[in-house]
């Protein structure tokens, strides 16, 4: 799963364990397995799934569906589930993941094709979480109810002839506030409903279901631990995101913040006019929870940002925010900014998202955050000329040309360090002159554009991974024939 990938960076140790836990492991199962007899039943949502919804709030009139499917295993006879899906987990990259609940307190990362497996065990979410994903099944839904005498928290449920109709709960989006979630259900082929999801009613998700019944042995197999070895176990507090900030110095002056959540670090470069942040972080609505699970540790809409805010007073006593860059409107770069505005930052945003960027951050009603408590608001400044703040120690806000990622974005260039930060248009898994797989259109846009624009011994960093690649190795990039290949196609 790709925001733990950086988490399991330095786990070998973890790994050369394997061989003692694997026993103890297969035991295990044998024992929880029990005898045969009980169904396991997989139900799968098949459909157009508007990834939009996830960092776009207010922004009218852009759709972007993509294939989709949602699937959930579940048993008659037990508590264990399985949740795998596919589609587009961000504008730019393809994906298939897997997390099995094998049991009440343990929460497995199964990497079939990529074995080990990742284990979390100890997580006290861990039972509440595959309940809300078992929801997904209508059926399992319905059969919840009836057990639970017609009342499940959080959930506003309408049957129809004894079928799930509707279900209506709420979740907070940071650039949508706090809006109505609705599953409709359609039951004209009773084998095969049609779901469809709306989010402040906009319809996000639009699929078909199916039910299938496992046989024994794949049923039993859904279990077992990827290429029959022990998994890497990681420690439980680190699902579903861990937040462990900490400061790597770049020069006196400029440095990065690792670990603001799993898999985001942003850049601070302190000019004398105050510290200049690149992103305001928030965290993720996970809309296959029923109801939709909270952001990141239960942090709200701002707590991730504030926490950065908190982390940097630490670090730089009596230093004051000048100012926030966004990168680029998605809610896990620019979702966080109030927590800027309220620390009496600036708030930089792209010239073709400032207005969207300034509507959605202000909107009624606010989430509970310190800008709400403080009475203000957020006012954003499009950048759309370069923008350089301190003399001394600069750092210049530089507006990039459309990326395919997501319209115009900024990449914020701290000019002693020569370190140019940006965000999703390059993320470098090594040190190799190679665009990412799955990501080859906007890497190799993005290595077009900084040979073009960018000294050859200036270094990127970018907000996913702890890799900087000096320009001079983004030219390599451009010059590849994959790079070339697609130029060429345009
Ligand atoms: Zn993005």
């Known amino acids: 799963m790709r925001r733990l990938g950086s988490m399991l960076v330095g786990n070998e ?3 050369r364990r394997r061989g003692a836990r694997l026993l103890t492991w297969t035991t295990a199962l044998l024992l929880s397995a029990g005898p045969g007899g009980a169904r396991t039943t997989e139900f799968c949502l098949e459909g157009l799934f508007d990834i939009g919804v996830r960092h776009q709030g207010l922004r009218a009139g852009v ?6 499917t949602w699937c959930v295993v579940t048993e008659d006879d037990g508590d264990r589930v399985v949740y795998r899906a596919s589609g587009k987990v961000n504008p730019d990259l393809d ?71 509707w279900v209506t709960s709420r979740a907070s989006f940071p650039l949508r506030g706090e809006v109505p979630v609705v599953w409709r259900w359609r039951w004209d082929d009773p084998a095969a409903p049609r779901a469809s999801l709306t989010v402040e009613s906009e319809v996000v998700f639009e699929a ?44 006196a002056h400029t440095f990065l913040v690792r670990g603001v959540r799993t898999g985001f670090q942003h850049l601070v470069v302190d000019t004398e006019q105050g510290l200049v942040v690149a992103d305001a972080p928030a965290g993720w609505v996970e809309l296959h ?27 730089a006593p009596g230093r004051p925010l000048r100012a926030v860059a966004l990168t680029h409107f998605h809610d896990d770069h620019a979702g966080g900014a109030r927590a800027f505005a309220a620390a009496g930052a600036e708030v930089l945003a792209p010239a073709d998202a400032a ?59 701290a000019r002693d360090a020569d370190i140019f930060f940006v965000s999703d248009v390059h993320v470098p898994v090594d040190e190799e002159p190679r665009p990412r797989t799955g ?7 993005f290595a077009g554009w900084a040979t073009g624009h960018l000294g050859p011994n200036t270094r990127v960093a970018n907000s996913h991974s702890a890799v900087t690649t000096p320009v001079s190795r983004l030219r390599e990039i451009a010059a590849s024939p994959t790079c070339r290949g697609l130029t060429a196609a345009r």
């Open 95 to 165: 994906d298939s993941w897997a997390v099995a609940y094998p049991a009440a307190d343990v929460v497995r990362i199964v990497n079939r094709d990529d074995p080990p497996d990742v284990e979390f065990r100890g997580v006290e979410v861990a039972a509440a979480e595959a309940r809300r994903v078992r929801r997904l099944d209508p059926r399992r839904l319905a059969e919840e109810l009836e057990s639970r005498g017609g009342v499940i928290p959080d959930l506003d449920i309408e049957l129809d002839a004894g079928r799930i109709a």
């Open 208 to 251: 078909s279901g199916r039910w299938r019944e496992l046989a024994a042995e794949e049923a039993t197999a859904l279990w077992q631990l990827s290429g029959g070895v022990a998994p890497i176990e990681a420690p439980a507090e680190q699902w579903p995101a861990r937040v462990a900030m900490r400061r790597i110095d770049l020069d």
């Open 439 to 445: 990501r080859e259109r906007t890497e190799c846009w």
């Open 289 to 315: 929870h029923l109801p939709p699970r909270d952001l990141v540790g239960g942090l709200g809409v701002s707590g991730l940002s504030e926490g950065l805010i908190d982390f940097l007073e630490a670090e």
């Open 63 to 68: 759709s972007e569906r993509t294939p989709t």
């Open 13 to 15: 140790a973890a790994r």
């Open 355 to 413: 207005d969207f960027l300034d509507r959605s951050l202000d909107r009624a009603p606010a989430p509970p955050d310190r800008l709400a408590r403080s009475g203000g608001e957020v006012s954003v400044r499009a950048v759309a000329e370069p923008l350089t703040i301190g003399e001394r120690r600069p750092v210049t806000v530089l507006p990039m040309d459309a990326s395919p990622h997501v319209g115009d974005q900024l990449g914020v260039w």
